[in-house]
């Protein structure tokens, strides 16, 4: 399995993802467990998340390479489009834990834990789009929007986030554990 007011919601979904990188093609999103035939090493201990004004904040949106009506239209760089729903599937209300992790090349994994009430979200998000994406906006940066193609079911969701060091800082600025503010990656 492959893994992985308008004007105003459209503006701040910009302003959120207006430090975005290009959208790596070969992405894919998948439980943890089933990371394309690599096994994820874990480089930090899970971090629960909690209740904290100093976390940075997590988002994950429906994405798409095609237009689509009411869909806020973000500029990648070095170049690209991608088209971003304006109202977030999960965000980090959504979670239970989060956690680094690389994979065998090497390459940093973000694995989200999530709740009930998270999982429900994104299997009907899933399930009603199919064949997506899912823009992973952590504070104000996109780190990754992988395709999926099938709804998914895992309470477990992982995304290439390309380095172990990206990987590290979010999942403890999304967890609000080490300094007293969230890195702007």
Not at 58 to 77: C, M
Not at 113 to 131: F, I, M, S, V
Not at 138 to 164: C, D, N, W
Request: hydrophobic content about 45%; proline content about 6%.
């Amino acid at each position: 399995m492959s893994v992985a007011g308008k004007w105003i919601v459209a503006v701040g979904v910009a302003l959120v993802v207006s430090g975005c990188q290009s959208v790596p093609q070969g992405s894919a999103t998948a439980p943890a467990a089933q990371l394309g035939g690599t096994v994820p090493s874990s480089t930090d201990d899970r971090q629960v998340v909690r209740a904290d004004a100093q976390a940075a904040d997590l988002r994950v949106f429906l994405a798409d390479v095609q237009p689509r009506p009411g869909w806020a239209e973000i500029s990648l760089k070095p170049k690209g489009v991608l088209y971003v729903q304006t109202a977030p599937v999960i965000s980090r209300s959504d979670l239970i834990g989060i956690q680094s992790a690389t994979d065998q090349s090497g390459g940093g994994i973000l694995i989200l834990a999530l709740n009930d009430e998270g999982l429900r979200k994104l299997h009907a998000a899933t399930a009603a789009n199919p064949g997506l994406r899912l823009a992973l906006v952590v504070g104000h940066t996109m780190l990754a929007a992988p395709g999926y193609a099938a709804p998914i079911r895992e309470k477990q969701l992982a995304f290439g986030v390309g380095s172990r060091r990206n990987a590290e800082i979010a999942a403890r600025a999304v967890a609000g554990v080490g300094s007293a503010s969230p890195p702007d990656f």
